[in-house]
């Protein structure tokens, strides 16, 4: 029962949003407990810790930019990390007394996102910028003020608005997710992308045309621990 409580508690307490221009609208879902193993590792390329140096960022902000580009950077080394993913869980269905449907599905989805990524040519090192930064970082205290994070800000802006506002560029895009202390756990969520319809995260994630990247950490909003605002743009 005590199993069966915690999985319950940490089932609802993440959430997944993605959006830009050319993926499908908003979409919530909850997700399964993530384990607490550490997930493989990848070889690494030159220049991925690419927001090492801005200043205006915090070090867990650039630690995700820099799995990020880490994915981006050698599509088909990150494999080995998805695969120990997999493992993850599939060693925790034991574990799990009610709701494994939704384990499976990571687990299938995650196998299609090995399919993906063999197939992905690598892409740019996305870089930061001060402006995309700012533009997540106002949306991401908007939420916490008022205790719920989507897409739209208050004015009726979107992601891409808001990019345009603050960092004059035409094209942008944004996920927002929460319920994982841990970074790279958190941007495997966005990239397998379970449940959601066209995969909306991923595509974001794996988008050729960004240059540009920020994230934010915005913390807890509402009751949703751990929550984070990614915006790219070109």
């Known amino acids: 029962m005590k199993i069966f409580v915690q999985f319950l508690i940490l089932f609802l307490s993440i959430i997944l949003i993605s959006c830009n221009p050319s993926s499908p609208q908003p979409s919530r879902k909850n997700q399964p407990v993530r384990p607490k193993n ?3 590792s990848a070889p690494t390329s030159k220049n991925i810790d690419s927001a090492r140096k801005a200043s205006y960022m915090s070090s867990r902000e650039k630690d995700m930019i820099k799995e990020i580009n880490l994915i981006r950077s050698n599509p088909k080394g990150y494999i080995p990390i998805v695969e120990a993913y ?3 869980q599939e060693a925790q269905m034991s574990q799990i007394i009610s709701g494994k449907e939704y384990v499976r599905d990571e687990i299938k989805t995650a196998k299609e996102l090995i399919k993906e990524l063999r197939k992905t040519s ?3 090192i996305l870089q930061p910028n001060e402006g995309v930064y700012k533009a ?3 949306h991401g205290i908007e939420g916490k003020k008022k205790g719920s994070l989507n897409h739209v800000g208050s004015n009726g802006s ?3 608005d808001r990019i345009k506002k603050h960092a004059g560029f035409a094209n942008g895009g944004e996920n927002l997710v929460g319920g994982l202390s841990d970074v790279r756990e958190s941007v495997m969520v966005l990239l ?3 449940g959601i319809d066209g995969r909306g995260h991923r595509k974001a994630l794996l988008n050729p045309q960004w240059s540009y990247v920020a994230c934010y950490e915005v913390g807890q909003v509402g009751t949703m621990p751990h929550y984070w605002v990614q915006n790219f743009a070109n």
């Open 136 to 138: 997540a970082k106002i």
């Open 122 to 124: 690598p892409m740019s």
């Open 158 to 160: 979107w992601p891409w």
């Open 38 to 40: 550490k997930m493989g």
């Open 86 to 88: 997999i493992k993850d």
């Open 192 to 194: 397998v992308d379970s």
